[in-house]
Nanobody
Framework: QVQLVESGGGLVQPGGSLRLSCAAS????????AGWHRQAPGNQRELVAT???????YYADSVKGRFTISRDNAKNTVYLEMNSLKPEDTAVYYC???????????WGQGTQVTVSS
């Protein structure tokens, strides 16, 4: 078992930036995949970005070129750098870890990101 705690969310104006962090209670080096999802009111949870243990990253088209996912195994933390934020990025952001592609993910409790003027 691993507990995940997200932080770094908040209210930001359009065009602004935020950096989300996801701190794990144990080593993340055993997890092949780390990722961020988001869920806006009335919408299903959607994939934002994932990163493998080899630092191969994947991004949803809606965030490509604006968001950057990274992982620091020494600090047991996964990050999501978000730039050029848009109102449609408003959502609760959740991080997750998955040991292999076939394993169920561990989820954090989420952090709210609101993009509004």
């Amino acid at each position: 078992q691993v507990q995940l705690v997200e932080s770094g969310g908040g209210l930001v104006q359009p065009g602004g930036s935020l950096r989300l962090s996801c701190a794990a209670s144990g080593s993340i080096s055993y997890f092949q995949y780390a990722g961020w999802h988001r869920q806006a009111p009335g919408n299903q949870r959607e994939l934002v970005a994932t990163i493998s243990s080899r630092d191969n990253a994947y991004y949803a088209d809606s965030v490509k070129g604006r968001f950057t996912i990274s992982r620091d195994n020494a600090k047991n933390t996964v990050y999501l750098e978000m730039n050029s934020l848009k109102p449609e990025d408003t959502a609760v952001y959740y991080c997750n870890l998955r040991k292999t592609i076939n394993d169920a993910p561990f989820w954090g409790q989420g952090t709210q990101v609101t993009v509004s003027s």
